[in-house]
């Protein structure tokens, strides 16, 4: 046979180099989406569980003041002898809490210079009670607790009577110590049941 005559014996080719290298690329292209879908994956959990952490880690931050003194408005406001609904906003509020700052009270006019603001809870189960001017009660909606006007109980479940905000008199506006429902844990002003009346012990 000639030299000159083409062969028909196959070419040998190194295929395997190129398919080392083929294969590396693919391997390395699944990590990278791998390791990316990962770290995407966990930025989203850490977005989902951040307010959750944030609630239960808040309340035993010992340096988070929740209480602060808030108006309100001007005393003229409350006439003497009168109890009226007002509502202020909470101090420890977020821009996303919406209308869910806003703190429902009443504010009992004693006299000239003399108020009581009660909470709107009732201190049976946390139901909002109502003012009923034409009998001087309040009454909770949820299980027939019934308060005098000047907030000690009346009858019911509730074990004691409303509770209290704590309260001045600065300038012409009337201010309330808020930022937590106030209870017995929080050292609120208290409505004395003992003699059937209440005494709020803030005189502002």
Request: hydrophobic residues 35%; aromatic residues 10%; neutral net charge.
């Amino acid at each position: 046979m000639s030299h000159d005559e083409p062969s028909n014996a196959p070419v040998e080719t190194a295929p395997l180099a190129v398919s080392e290298e083929a294969h590396t690329t693919v391997v390395s292209r699944r990590w990278l989406l791998l390791k990316a879908s990962i770290a995407l994956n966990g930025l989203a959990g850490l977005a989902l569980a951040y307010p959750f952490i944030r609630y239960f880690c808040d309340p035993v931050r010992p340096d988070k003041d929740f209480k602060s003194w808030v108006s309100l408005g001007p005393l003229s406001a409350f006439p003497v002898g009168q109890t009226r609904l007002a509502y202020f906003k909470s101090p420890y509020s977020r821009p996303w809490d919406g209308q869910t700052t806003n703190t429902a009270c009443y504010v009992r006019r004693v006299g000239t210079k003399d108020v009581q603001v009660f909470a709107v809870n009732c201190a049976h189960l946390n139901c909002p009670v109502r003012w009923f001017p034409e009998s001087q009660l309040f009454m909770c909606p949820c299980h027939g607790g019934v308060y005098y006007a000047d907030g000690s109980l009346a009858s019911g479940p509730p074990p004691r009577g409303l509770f209290t905000y704590e309260w001045k008199i600065q300038g012409a506006d009337l201010h309330i110590l808020a930022g937590q429902m106030p209870t017995l844990s929080n050292s609120a002003s208290l409505v004395d049941n003992s003699i059937g009346k209440g005494d709020s012990p803030c005189r502002g």
